[in-house]
């Protein structure tokens, strides 16, 4: 079982959903939680990050982190087209990144 | 423009053959990487370099071998190339101590062994 879990995919929803995108983690030691997005042939770059649990806002985008169920969240709202995109959750502890498989979001004009 | 940049975009070569993947960043970051992603979206660290030391080194075969000659480049050489090295490899930076400020991540090299 890999450390962190996250549904490949693929999503697919109109322009103007909500789109809810999920990762579960196994190590309890994890202190931060990170979300990335990663266009066709291009690196990851960093969407936002969490600390402790709780909801961290930015924009459109709302990272939701459960500690108790290890399970971390990514809402957009008002998803638009240049969303499509595959998004990799990512959990750092100590000097290590662990990255979940990432999931790929097609939104549909 | 300051970013992370890697060169070639895409390699393909034969299998036995050796190649070199280079990476330069000029964001000013004391730590640099390589991952790879197969072909399943995983990212995989291989190796950590930090002020040219390195710091993380996965287990990656011994045919791998990075190389960091000052703080902003890291270069990887790939010794017997073979079938299952097929991936994106890319390169990142970061500064130590604030990893969660993201890592930067450059373009990747597209390798195909044939």
């Known amino acids: 079982q890999k450390e962190v879990e996250q549904d490949p995919g693929p999503l697919s929803v109109p322009e103007g959903a909500i789109v809810s995108l999920n990762c579960t983690y196994s190590?309890?030691?994890?202190?931060?939680f990170m979300w990335y997005r990663q266009y066709s042939r291009k690196g990851p770059e960093l969407l936002m990050y969490t600390y402790s649990s709780g909801n961290k806002e930015d924009g459109r985008f709302t990272a939701q982190v459960d500690k108790s169920s290890k399970y971390i969240s990514l809402f957009i709202r008002d998803s638009q087209p240049s969303d499509s995109a595959t998004y990799l959750c990512a959990m750092w502890v100590g000097n290590m990144l662990t990255f979940g498989g990432g999931t790929r979001l097609m939104v549909k004009p | 423009d300051t970013a992370v940049s890697q060169t070639p975009k895409y390699l393909v070569t034969q299998m036995g053959n050796d190649k070199s993947i280079k990476c330069e960043q000029n964001?000013?970051?004391?730590?640099m990487y390589w991952y790879k992603q197969d072909s399943k979206k995983f990212l995989k660290i291989m190796f950590s370099y930090n002020n040219k030391e390195l710091i993380i080194n996965e287990t990656v075969p011994n045919r791998f071998s990075p190389k960091s000659p000052d703080k902003a480049h890291l270069n990887l050489h790939i010794n017997s190339l073979e079938l299952g090295d097929s991936a994106v490899y890319f390169c990142?930076?970061?500064?130590?101590?604030?990893?969660?400020?993201?890592?930067?991540f450059g373009p990747g090299t597209r390798l195909t062994v044939t």
């Open positions: 964001l000013g970051h004391d730590t």
């Open positions: 190590n309890s030691a994890f202190q931060y």
């Open positions: 990142a930076s970061s500064s130590r101590g604030r990893e969660v400020d993201g890592k930067y």
